[in-house]
């Protein structure tokens, strides 16, 4: 079974601290995506990335930094947290794509089971 | 851009009755796909069914089908004959590529509730 594990369930931490989030897959995946879900307005892509050093912005990528340095391990950085920062955290993994413009079979995103960050 | 609409914030359904979840989707790719999670209460995200544009049969996954209606643009999830363990957020993703890079674009969710 592919396993995305987190480094925290629930994290605590005042405004203006630096905060890491780690997420680790064991399947061997090429690509890594962090997302924050928020209700009402369900999952929101920060950032992903497609190899090892490599990294993309997604959505709402401000406020936040990435690093993958082991193709297993993507880290979510906030550099000083704020109160609006508060938010389910998601770390999701799949497998590479075949590349082009046109989709090959799919390749589902599996998750974790997500960090509840509550920034004070 | 890509766009997923998730009309129903809430839903509430007999057990064993058949429920509709909706989706509708805004891309101008020709290529995509669409996917199906389920998020219980405990927060991880399960997969449940995709569906390909060129697929041209709709998805079927044990209970879980797909009303996949290219045309109008929409992706509808049923679940059949429901049960209380199927009470949980449901989202509809969008899946495009851009020079091989895939990215999930996510609806806002269903909350489905199912009554005994």
């Known amino acids: 079974d592919v396993k995305v594990t987190q480094s925290s369930r629930y994290l605590v931490k005042r405004t203006g601290e630096k905060v890491f989030l780690e997420c680790v897959q064991d399947?061997?995946?090429?690509?890594m995506f962090w997302y924050r879900q928020d209700p009402g307005l369900g999952l929101r892509l920060i950032y992903f990335?497609?190899?090892?050093?490599?990294?993309e912005k997604g959505d709402i990528p401000e406020g936040y930094s990435v690093s993958r340095e082991k193709k297993e391990r993507f880290s979510l950085i906030l550099e000083s947290a704020s109160t609006n920062q508060t938010s389910m955290y998601l770390c999701?993994?799949?497998?590479?794509?075949?590349?082009?413009?046109?989709?090959?079979?799919?390749?589902?995103?599996?998750f974790g089971p997500g960090t509840r960050l509550t920034v004070l | 851009a890509q766009k997923i609409t998730q009309t129903q914030p809430g839903m509430f359904v007999q057990e064993k009755e058949a429920v509709t979840l909706d989706c509708t989707y805004d891309?101008?790719?020709?290529?995509?796909?669409l996917f199906w999670y389920k998020q219980p209460s405990s927060g991880e995200m399960i997969f449940l069914i995709y569906?390909?544009?060129?697929?041209?049969q709709n998805a079927t996954e044990g209970r879980y089908s797909l009303n996949f209606q290219k045309a109008r643009k929409s992706a509808n999830l049923v679940i059949s004959a429901s049960q209380l363990g199927d009470s949980a957020m449901y989202f509809c993703?969008?899946?495009?590529?851009?020079?091989?890079?895939?990215?999930?674009?996510f609806g806002t969710g269903t909350r489905l509730t199912i009554i005994p």
């Open positions: 999701a993994s799949s497998l590479g794509s075949l590349g082009g413009s046109e989709l090959g079979p799919y390749n589902e995103q599996f």
């Open positions: 399947m061997d995946h090429e690509n």
């Open positions: 990335s497609y190899d090892v050093k490599m990294k």
């Open positions: 891309t101008s790719d020709q290529s995509y796909g």
């Open positions: 569906q390909g544009s060129y697929d041209e």
């Open positions: 993703a969008m899946r495009t590529s851009n020079f091989g890079n895939e990215k999930l674009t």
